[in-house]
């Protein structure tokens, strides 16, 4: 007597699929978002009554954020191209001092010329140098660093440059926009923008390209040169306005404004997801990493830490920016 055979669907292959597409899953995307929200909720809880909810305080970590977050922008197009910049705090202090002693000697517009004068400058030799040249980016740009630091401090003569033009200092980050403060609307603008740029046009598709293999990009018609001068002097000018958010913020050039803040810029560029092999780049990833790094800051000034833990702390979150970067 024959037997009908019938297929019977194998329902135990739905939790494999399950473990299998969270095998997949690209958890390092996502741990930037979730070491905002486990630090965040940690120090709401451990120092909530010293005010660490408030709103004034809230605003007060995106206004202190606000700066890094511009210049780690422009950071996130050199790393995602495979390279580095080092120079950009220096040339956002330079670029503060120039500006203000502009100001001071010709006016508002010429100062303004003035800073960004910087950063084209700076970034057309290390784009140069880099592009033209063959020279690792690490090497030249660690070497603007000492040189843009100097030309500052010299000039200078170590002195703050004070700014006196209101107009300048309103809208260059110590002016309010309704509820918003300034700085922050800087930040978004350049967030928006960079995001855009990078993922919805040819030339953030060729950064990308340039990035991941260069050698592959070539054979596909993309001049990978001119795409490294293109980032370097994008991280420069960048972080030359960086500088002038700093002036107008603070009323004052400074030779000091900037200092380090390329080490934090990195920082947050490897936490938001870009790889430090270059290939890929997630802007909006960039500003939650440098989010988090104004959030650790914050909750460490209020729990009582000094300058010095702080840099400790910050240490350790570049080191961990390395340990959990994409690798290819």
Not at 67 to 79: D, E, F, Q
Not at 80 to 85: G, H, L, N, T, V
Not at 270 to 299: K, P, Q, Y
Request: glycine share 14%.
């Amino acid at each position: 007597m024959s037997q009908s055979i019938r297929s019977v669907p194998k329902r135990a292959d739905s939790p494999r699929s399950l473990r299998g597409l969270l095998a997949d899953l690209d958890w390092h995307r996502y741990v930037i978002y979730i070491a905002f929200v486990v630090v965040f909720v940690f120090f709401a809880v451990l120092l909530g009554d010293q005010g660490f909810l408030t709103s004034n305080n809230l605003l007060n970590i995106l206004r202190q954020s606000a700066t890094i977050t511009v210049i780690a922008v422009g950071m996130t197009y050199v790393i995602a191209c495979a390279e580095i910049d080092l120079s950009v705090g220096s040339v956002a202090g330079l670029s503060s001092v120039s500006c203000a002693m502009a100001i001071s000697s010709w006016g508002l517009v010429p100062g303004i010329l003035a800073g960004l004068a910087v950063g084209l400058v700076v970034g057309t030799i290390n784009g140069g140098l880099v592009s033209l040249l063959g020279i690792p980016s690490f090497l030249v740009t660690l070497g603007m660093l000492g040189i843009a630091a100097g030309v500052a401090q010299w000039i200078t003569d170590s002195a703050p440059q004070p700014i006196l033009d209101d107009t300048f200092n309103l809208a260059f980050g110590g002016g309010d926009l309704g509820p918003l403060p300034g700085l922050i609307i800087w930040g978004g603008l350049f967030v928006g923008l960079g995001a855009l740029v990078l993922n919805k046009t040819r030339f953030g598709r060729q950064v990308l390209a340039t990035g991941g293999n260069r050698t592959a990009a070539e054979f596909t018609g993309i001049k990978t040169r001119r795409i490294k001068f293109q980032v370097l002097l994008i991280s420069a000018t960048v972080a030359s306005i960086a500088g002038m958010l700093y002036a107008g913020r603070l009323q004052s050039g400074r030779f000091q404004w900037g200092a380090g803040d390329e080490l934090s810029a990195i920082a947050a560029v490897i936490l938001g997801g870009t790889s430090l092999f270059g290939g890929s780049g997630a802007v909006v990833g960039t500003l939650f990493g440098a989010l988090l790094i104004g959030l650790i800051n914050n909750g460490l000034i209020l729990a009582g830490l000094d300058s010095s833990q702080q840099q400790v702390v910050r240490g350790i979150i570049i080191i961990l920016a390395v340990a959990l970067a994409r690798k290819k």
